[in-house]
Nanobody, 117 residues
Framework: QVQLVESGGGLVQAGGSLRLSCASS????????MGWYRQVPGKQRELVAT???????NYLGSVKGRFTISRDNAKNTVDLQMNSLKPEDTAVYYC???????????WGRGAQVTVSS
């Protein structure tokens, strides 16, 4: 199994920046990629950004150019730098990893990001 713990997040005004970090532990050698999802109450969880072990990144269209995902493979961490934040970015952000294990996916508990207008 893999355990994920998020840190960062909080309250920021529109146009501001926040950084989310996620530390993994457990069977980290099984990780194929890591990333971030977000969820607003009453809506489905949506992919924000992912990065696989080959360094290939994938972003939600609405965050391209504003958010940057990065990983430190030696430390088994993944960060999400969020710039030019908008009120519609308000959500709970979940760290996520996919692995070769069964079950193959693992989630953190989530970190609240609130952007005020």
């Amino acid at each position: 199994q893999v355990q994920l713990v998020e840190s960062g997040g909080g309250l920021v005004q529109a146009g501001g920046s926040l950084r989310l970090s996620c530390a993994s532990s457990g069977s980290t050698q099984s990780i194929l990629g890591m990333g971030w999802y977000r969820q607003v109450p009453g809506k489905q969880r949506e992919l924000v950004a992912t990065m696989n072990n080959d360094g290939i990144k994938n972003y939600l269209g609405s965050v391209k150019g504003r958010f940057t995902i990065s990983r430190d493979n030696a430390k088994n961490t993944v960060d999400l730098q969020m710039n030019s934040l908008k009120p519609e970015d308000t959500a709970v952000y979940y760290c996520y990893t996919w692995t070769v294990l069964i079950p193959s996916t693992y989630w953190g508990r989530g970190a609240q990001v609130t952007v005020s207008s």
